[in-house]
Nanobody, 121 residues
Framework: QVQLVESGGGLVQPGGSLRLSCTTV????????MAWYRQAPGKQRELVAS???????NYADSVKGRFTISRESAKNTMYLQMNGLKPEDTGVYYC???????????????WGQGMQVTVSS
């Protein structure tokens, strides 16, 4: 069973920063396109940022200029650096991996367990 292990969530004041991490097994990390989603209370889950295996990045308009997505191959870990946090960034953040069919993998998608990020004074 493939796992995406998340860490880094918590409570922060407006204007503050957090760094989220998502770690998985090496074979998945090397081939997957990965992303961060979030779900605010009473709202649908939305894409926050994505990073393809080749490094191409995309961001939701609401986080451009404040959030940075990256991946570190040596640690099989994806990050989301969140700066200038606002109350509207509050929600449960999920790590996501889209795995293509390759010689060693089946096509599949995986989600992390989710972690709370609360921006409040």
């Amino acid at each position: 069973q493939v796992q995406l292990v998340e860490s880094g969530g918590g409570l922060v004041q407006p204007g503050g920063s957090l760094r989220l991490s998502c770690t998985t097994v090496e074979i998945i990390f090397k081939v997957a396109d990965m992303a961060w989603y979030r779900q605010a209370p009473g709202k649908q889950r939305e894409l926050v940022a994505s990073i393809r295996g080749g490094g191409t990045r995309n961001y939701a308009d609401s986080v451009k200029g404040r959030f940075t997505i990256s991946r570190e191959s040596a640690k099989n870990t994806m990050y989301l650096q969140m700066n200038g946090l606002k109350p509207e960034d509050t929600g449960v953040y999920y790590c996501y991996a889209d795995v293509p069919k390759t010689f060693l993998t089946h096509k599949n998608t995986y989600w992390g367990q989710g972690m709370q990020v609360t921006v409040s004074s």
